[in-house]
């Protein structure tokens, strides 16, 4: 389980667990990339939503996902 990634349901519309797996992280993330792949949206884009201010995760865990999404569209998109 990855703790850093904990979920606050009162910040969300929907319920959801405690503690999110790597598994399903590296799903969604895959997932996403491929998505804005297929969409003609550049890596640069993606990283611009990434980066975005959010009420879910702080700056330190934005940049950390934005370095995991860049690792995995140079090796999806390669």
């Known amino acids: 389980m ?4 904990t ?5 969300l519309d929907y319920p959801c ?4 797996s790597a598994e399903i992280v590296a799903e969604a993330i ?4 491929e998505k804005t792949h297929y969409e003609g949206k550049s890596l640069e884009d993606l990283i611009k939503e990434v980066l975005a201010e959010d009420q879910i995760l702080d700056q330190v865990q934005r940049r950390w996902l934005s370095k995991i999404v860049t690792q995995a569209w140079k090796s999806l998109t390669d």
């Open 30 to 33: 895959a997932s996403l990339v």
């Open 17 to 20: 667990s405690e503690k999110v």
């Open 2 to 5: 990855i703790s850093c990634l």
């Open 7 to 11: 979920c606050d349901s009162n910040q």
